[in-house]
């Protein structure tokens, strides 16, 4: 069992940075992929990135490539999602994810789920 907890949301100005982190709790994060995800108002959720449990395999969805970055530290279990130059259309409620089935880190279908945490970016 994995709890999840988000922080870091908050309201930034376009062109702007936010960090956002992922507390894990479990002896077994380490062995997890986890994700980060988001949800527009009146839009579905989709995928942000994702990162293999070791960090050897990043992904990125293609609108954010080039401007976040996901990175995880297993000792502290805990995941972050560093996000620059952020756009107004990134505004959304950011959720990190662990344990895809399968190991398909682009599925939304992971077992675990945090609340999330809103970012806000105003143009």
């Known amino acids: 069992q994995v709890q999840l907890v988000e922080s870091g949301g908050g309201l930034v100005q376009a062109g702007g940075s936010l960090r956002l982190s992922c507390a894990a709790s479990g002896r077994t994060f380490g062995f997890y992929a986890m994700g980060w995800f988001r949800q527009a108002p009146g839009k579905e959720r989709e995928f942000v990135g994702a990162?293999?449990?070791?960090?050897?395999?990043?992904e990125y969805e293609d609108s954010v490539k080039g401007r976040f970055t996901i990175s995880r530290d297993n000792a502290r279990n805990t995941m972050s999602l560093q996000m620059n130059n952020l756009k107004p259309e990134d505004t959304a409620v950011y959720y990190c994810?662990?344990?895809?089935?399968?190991?398909?880190?682009?599925?939304?279908?992971?077992?675990?789920w945090g609340q999330g945490t809103q970012v806000t970016v105003s143009s």
């Open positions: 990162i293999s449990w070791s960090g050897a395999i990043i």
């Open positions: 994810a662990a344990d895809p089935p399968g190991g398909r880190l682009r599925t939304v279908a992971y077992n675990y």
